[in-house]
């Protein structure tokens, strides 16, 4: 039971920093500022991709949701 808290614990800090980066990622592209989103779209392509190794998320998970940050960024009109 220790482990599985553990694991849940840990589990649980993760996914809720993927989604403060994910609201502060939709701010930037909602605001318009592509840099700003261009810069958080690396931090959060990156936690995305460690929390997939880490087994947190399902790797299809991952990349369902990098499909659609790309697809916002690439909608910003600079």
Request: charged residues 30%.
């Amino acid at each position: 039971m220790r482990v599985e808290a553990k694991a849940n614990l840990k589990n649980r800090i993760v996914k809720s920093e993927l989604k403060t980066l994910a609201k502060k990622f939709k701010a930037a592209v909602d605001a318009g500022d592509k840099e700003a989103a261009a810069v958080l779209y690396k931090e959060y392509t990156g936690a995305l991709d460690k929390a997939a190794l880490k087994g947190t998320l399902h790797k299809n998970s991952v990349s369902r949701k990098k499909a659609q940050i790309s697809k916002a960024i690439n909608g910003i009109t600079a």
